[in-house]
């Protein structure tokens, strides 16, 4: 926490409680992971209507996390991801009440609000704080949140459903985000700067969707589509697909494992996208998330899942705090919010497809076919990457394969809020 350690006392005290928040509410939302499928599935649902209804979980991010990300620039950060919080505590608490199928999908889209509101808020709050020079190590640091919440989760999850039952896990899950919310009351937000638009990147005349068709935005949204599917896969089919091929190894194992070197990695990586730009580590995190998926696929054994999940944190580490970084590199202060609500949907979005569409193959192919599938669809994001995520081809190799520079980023003196 070197960059942090500089801050102002009062900023520093904020970060910290931030970091509580954080931790608790990942913690809590991951606690289901190992939980929910199984419940789901008990319900006697088939692998496509499982897909539908835990995919739903995206569809509540994908509606409300623009109207989040509007919100957390008008009315504060802090305002916003109370909301969400607030809904985290909630949600877990009707799983236990609901067991129609239907209803189900209205509770999942429900839960999805509380991340929409939490990450937009908690990443938006983080880029005003961290200064332009130590972004990526500041944002590497305070998302470490994630995988130790990851890693936490999973294991606790596991332990509370094989010896309390699904009920405990839920109220476990509803704890965990009420005390997210009292450690959020505490946080000293910054001011926010008025909107200015004058300011580089302000775009006063662009739509909401404008910005998401435009050169800055575009490829990263697509690749948070590219990873979020990968991930939809992840979260909703592992626990299913080690039951189904009879192994020993729990989905708590390959989860943790993954949070674990996800956690080794992120502040490394993020530190290291400051001195030698965000591209090369964006695409070595998507081709490891592609490697995880391929190890699943063609592997067979215990300890094939345990280094599947291992790289799959390396991934997730390096891929995601770097591209927060990028994104927050190319837009101004004033609309923080709105841009991280758009790019990271469309992290939402992926999740989203990857219930409903592969689920309906799963019957066909197996839960191990889908992994296939997976390794498809990120093959093809690291090519689009490597050769699109800049001006033209060459600036694009250079960008995503070397030390060129990102020709979207605004001048350092014009981040700060």
């Not at 606790?156 to 965990?176: E, R």
Request: with cysteine; net charge positive; aromatic share 10%.
């Amino acid at each position: 926490m070197g960059a942090i350690a500089h801050l102002p006392r009062s900023t520093r005290r904020s970060l910290h409680v931030m970091f509580v928040a954080g931790l608790c509410f990942w913690a809590g939302l991951a606690s289901t992971l190992p939980v929910l499928p199984l419940y789901i599935k008990d319900l006697n649902t088939s692998a496509q209507e499982l897909g539908v209804i835990m995919g739903s979980f995206a569809v509540g991010l994908l509606i409300f996390r623009p109207q989040m990300g509007t919100l957390a620039d008008a009315k504060g950060r802090k305002f916003v991801m109370l909301i969400g919080l607030f809904i985290a505590a909630i949600a877990p608490v009707l799983y236990c009440l609901v067991h129609e199928k239907f209803m189900l999908i209205g509770v999942r889209i429900f839960h999805g609000i509380s991340l929409a509101g939490f990450a937009t808020a908690y990443s938006a709050l983080i880029a005003d704080i961290a200064p332009a020079e130590h972004r990526g190590e500041v944002i590497g640091t305070m998302s470490l949140t994630n995988p130790i919440g990851m890693a936490i989760g999973p294991m606790v999850g596991d332990w509370m459903l094989h010896g309390y039952g699904y009920i405990a896990c839920f109220w476990l899950a509803s704890t965990l985000a009420a005390l997210s919310f009292l450690f959020a009351t505490q946080i000293e937000a910054p001011r926010q700067t008025p909107r200015d638009h004058s300011a580089p990147n302000s775009y006063p005349t662009r739509g909401y969707f404008q910005m998401l068709w435009s050169p800055e935005f575009r490829i990263p949204t697509l690749m948070m589509l590219v990873v979020g599917s990968a991930f939809g896969i992840l979260s909703t089919y592992v626990p299913l697909y080690l039951r189904e091929s009879g192994l020993t190894v729990t989905a708590s194992a390959f989860y943790s494992s993954a949070a674990i070197m996800s956690f080794s990695m992120r502040s490394v990586a993020g530190k290291m996208s400051d001195r030698f730009g965000r591209g090369r580590f964006i695409t070595i995190g998507i081709a490891t998330y592609g490697l995880s998926m391929a190890i699943l696929w063609l592997m067979r054994g215990d300890t094939w899942v345990i280094v599947a999940g291992l790289i799959e944190g390396v991934g997730g580490g390096m891929f995601l705090p770097v591209t927060i970084a990028l994104i927050t590199d190319r837009a101004s202060p004033e609309m923080r919010g709105r841009i991280f609500s758009l790019c990271i949907s469309g992290f939402d979005l992926g999740v989203f497809l990857a219930g409903p569409i592969l689920g309906g193959i799963a019957d066909t192919i197996g839960y191990r076919g889908l992994f296939g599938v997976a390794t498809g669809i990120v093959a093809v994001g690291i090519a689009v990457f490597i050769t699109r995520s800049s001006k033209d081809l060459h600036h694009s190799l250079q960008f995503s394969l070397s030390d060129g520079g990102d020709v979207y980023a605004l001048p350092k003196n014009s981040l700060h809020s």
